[in-house]
């Protein structure tokens, strides 16, 4: 797999030397897949400040992070020690449409489509004639969740996510991509270089004095933009007239119950 990028004079060339600018959840797990996909035919250096914290709450993962594991060949048993995860079969949203009312959002299919349509056209036929239940009783992953039951299994593969501590992602995923080789540097940014003719980031100039060069930049930094928004001015699509909420709040709770048990199948 070649990447290219375009240099001072804006022709294509094969992309060397990356450099990350962040070391929260993303620019980890951008390190972690770029040297374990690309191996030893790119250089890759991620810088981060340790005085900007990371957002690093809890993450809530939906599906295709197995997909994202798998990919780089993480160990799941090692990654779920390490982070503390644990199985989740959907969402659940408490007094959403009004107090008292709850939603899961399961991540499994629902019903078998055929031939002749999807599932929900045969549901809603069945409710016509006055059986067929609810629509969720169809989707394993929901009755599963609500019975509070998990197994993974060849013969029954329910769809999965995990919930974990990200901070502790942000640990495992580090070991992982500087054992495969990634350069890492602590250091505040405190200037990015744009080069005049192209328009393309040249290097990151750091607190200490120090540049940082590259021919392809990713950034990592979260809210900031620092590469994005503040040097290049990408734009930002605002989506707050669609949103309903605009704050969120992050804190520890007590165990609303005990933890269920798992089979092991
Ligand atoms: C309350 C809350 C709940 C959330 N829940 C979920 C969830 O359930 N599931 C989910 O997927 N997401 C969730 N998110 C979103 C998710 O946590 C964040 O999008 C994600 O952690 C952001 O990671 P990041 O690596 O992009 O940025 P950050 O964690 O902000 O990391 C930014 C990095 O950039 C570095 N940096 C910044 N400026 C400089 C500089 N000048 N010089 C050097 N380094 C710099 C910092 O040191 C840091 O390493 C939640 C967010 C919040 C606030």
Known sequence: MAVSGLDSSNNQTPVKNVVIAGGGTAGWMAATALTRLLGKSIKVTLVESKDIGIVGVGEATIPPIRTFHKL??????????????????????ENW??????????FGITGRECWAGEFHHFWLRAKEYGFGGEFGDYCPELMAAKQNK????????????????????????KSLACEAGVTHKEGDIEKVVVCPQSGNIQSLQLASGEVVNGDFFIDCT????????QALHTGYDDWQHYLFCDRAVAMQTELPAPPCHIPKV
């Open 222 to 229: 979260g809210f900031k933009g620092l590469l994005i928004e």
């Open 72 to 93: 780089l060949g993480i160990d799941e048993k090692a990654f779920m020690r390490a982070t503390q995860a644990t199985f989740k079969l959907g969402i659940e949203f």
């Open 97 to 106: 449409r009004e107090q008292g009312h709850s939603y899961i959002h399961s």
């Open 150 to 173: 998990f197994a993974t299994s060849e013969a029954m593969p329910l769809n999965f996510a995990y919930h974990f501590d990200a901070v502790a992602y942000g640990r495992f995923l």
